[in-house]
Structures are given as structure tokens and as C-alpha cells.
């Protein structure tokens, strides 16, 4: 079976370095803590006895899960976001373009390193995560959409930092303008449905009428929730903790149901549910991240440098 020479070697060097153990103890140790404090908000709660305890349980899941899916999203795109550009600085990147590798081949290599490194860390908790199915009663089947959601976060993470090593020169800019895209898709993709509705509220005190194209066509602003990790997040936990739906009652919302508006017209009608807004955005998600592999693998291309001199 093929596998990439550089996620070959990386994981080789790396898994006989300390650094590897000291990282899990620092991750399991995090966890740890984190499970003592919840544990102590569920005995402290004002609704606990012995007989609803294991069914307060079940909040260990979301809470260790949330936990999880913000160390990936601080600690991969810091991986990978010196992996070229520290190549660089050690003058390593010409003799890595020497190989007979191709560029994307590379650039994939560095995000399959960083995906497998964090899934190690990911696996190492499942004793911890486990508690709420044992104990708690809840499905199985969530344990692997976690580990499914776990490993979207950590692919797309490292895209974000991979784009920006390529971006830059040096690798402590490259980090920053990760957390600089992170911003970008956390409050973004919130600005055009806010400007939306103040826009539309503000219609509706100085016109007699809200126009009738605005509000058919007006709702499609909150299509870019799509790529808000936040937006995605919050709807898997909401679905699966209360059987509920945060883009069903955002749709209620824009699509006039609750508002009495013009029902709306394009994408916006196809994506108002959540299991089909579930999909679209892990679609998105995935489709952006190879994107920016795709652009990176562009930027480091030696070839193309040299028809540019030319």
C-alpha cells in the first residue's frame, strides 16, 4: 500500500521523540481537568440526586467533545502553519522540491502528518469519552460522528495553516494569519445575515412596505452560515443533546414562517433544514479545504516560479 513518504518519515521521527508522550499527558491532562470541573457542576446542580445522576452523565459528552474540537482548532493550524515555512528558515525546502515528488504531493503529506498526529490524540481520550456511553446510556453511533467531526476539524485546520505556510515567509506570520482566517470564518460568514437584518429592520420603519423582491431574495444572506464552525457545531451538539434544530428555527425565521414575510426563492429553500444544511456544509467544508491545498501546492510549485523569471 502507498503511503506518503514525508507523512512516513514525520511520523517515524516524531512517534521516538518525548514530545509525542509529553503531548498526550498535556492533552489527557487538559481533559482530566475538564471532566473534574463538569463532574462537579453535575453534584452541585440544584436537579441532582442519586437517581438522575447517570442520566446527567450524558453532559459529559458535549463537554469533553467541545474540549477536544478547540485544542485541534488552536494547536493543528500551528503545525502545520510552520511545516513549509519552516522549511524555509532551515533551508530544507529546495532539496524537498528536489524529489520526485510532486508539489500537491507535498502539501498533502504535511496535512496527512498533522490529521494523524491529532486523530492519535483524539484516540488516546476515548477511555474518557466513553463514560457517557457506559454510564449514560447514550448511542454508540456518536462516539464515531465525533470522531468523524474530529477529523473534518483537524483536515480543515490544517488546509487553513498549510495555505498560510505557503503564504509566508516566516513561520510565527504564518500562524497569526491562521488565526486571522479562523476570524474570517467565525464572524465573516456572520456579517451578511446581520447586515440583513438590520437592513430589513430598518425598512420596515421608514417604508410602508418591506419590498417584496428583498424579502424573496434577502434570506439567501444567511447561506454563508454554511462555513461558520461555530453555526455547524452548535447544530450537531443541539441535535443529538436536545432533538432539536438551530437552522430549523433559523429558517422559521428567515424563510417568513414565523414573520409573515414573501416565502423565499433560491438556494436558501433547498438548504433551510438541518440535515440537509448538515451535509452542504460538511460538503463546503471539505471542498474549501482542498482548495487551499490546491493553492498552496500553486504557491510552492518550483516550475511555475521559474516560467515567471523567465
Known amino acids: 500500500m502507498y503511503l ?9 521521527v516524531q512517534s521516538r521523540s518525548m514530545k509525542i508522550c509529553w503531548g498526550v499527558f498535556a492533552y489527557e491532562l487538559i481533559l482530566a481537568l475538564v471532566f473534574f470541573l463538569a463532574m462537579s457542576v453535575i453534584q452541585s446542580s440544584s436537579r441532582y440526586s442519586a437517581s438522575n445522576i ?39 525546502f529546495d532539496i524537498m522540491m528536489t ?17 494523524v ?27 464515531f460522528w465525533f470522531l468523524a467531526i474530529a477529523l473534518l476539524v483537524a483536515f480543515f485546520s490544517a488546509s487553513i495553516g ?7 515567509r516566516k513561520s510565527i506570520g504564518a500562524v497569526i494569519m491562521s488565526y486571522v482566517f479562523y476570524l ?19 425598512m420596515r420603519y421608514n417604508l410602508p ?21 461555530a453555526v455547524y457545531l452548535t447544530e450537531y451538539f443541539v441535535r443529538i443533546m436536545a ?39 460538511t460538503i463546503l467544508f471539505i471542498g474549501v479545504s482542498l482548495l487551499f491545498l490546491w493553492i498552496a501546492s500553486k504557491r510552492i510549485n518550483p516550475i511555475k516560479g521559474r516560467r515567471k523569471k523567465r
Do not use: H
Request: aromatic share 8%; with cysteine.
Open 4 to 12: 506518503n513518504p514525508i507523512v512516513k518519515k514525520d511520523i517515524k
Open 54 to 92: 447517570y442520566s446527567a452523565i450524558v453532559w459529559l459528552y458535549p463537554t469533553l467533545a467541545v474540549t477536544q474540537l478547540i485544542i485541534l482548532g488552536m494547536v493543528v493550524p500551528i503545525r502545520t502553519a510552520s511545516s513549509i515555512s519552516g522549511e524555509k528558515e532551515r533551508q530544507t
Open 99 to 115: 524529489t520526485s515528488m510532486s508539489p500537491f504531493s507535498v502539501v498533502m503529506g504535511k496535512v496527512m502528518t498533522a490529521v
Open 117 to 143: 498526529q491529532s486523530m492519535f490524540f483524539v484516540v488516546a481520550s476515548m477511555p474518557v469519552m466513553a463514560l457517557p456511553f457506559i454510564i449514560g446510556g447514550m448511542s454508540w453511533a456518536y462516539l
Open 162 to 168: 498549510i495555505l498560510c505556510s505557503s503564504l509566508c
Open 184 to 202: 474570517l470564518f467565525f464572524l465573516g460568514t456572520a456579517i451578511p445575515p446581520v447586515v440583513y437584518g438590520v437592513v430589513r429592520e430598518n
Open 209 to 229: 412596505s418591506v419590498p417584496r423582491a428583498y424579502d424573496m431574495y434577502g434570506p439567501n444572506a444567511f447561506l454563508s452560515l454554511l462555513l461558520n464552525p
Open 243 to 281: 432533538d432539536d434544530s438551530v437552522v430549523d428555527s433559523l429558517a422559521g425565521n428567515m424563510t417568513g414562517i414565523t414573520s409573515g414575510i414573501t416565502s423565499p426563492r433560491g438556494p436558501i429553500v433547498l438548504a433551510s433544514s438541518g440535515n440537509r444544511w448538515m451535509i452542504l456544509s
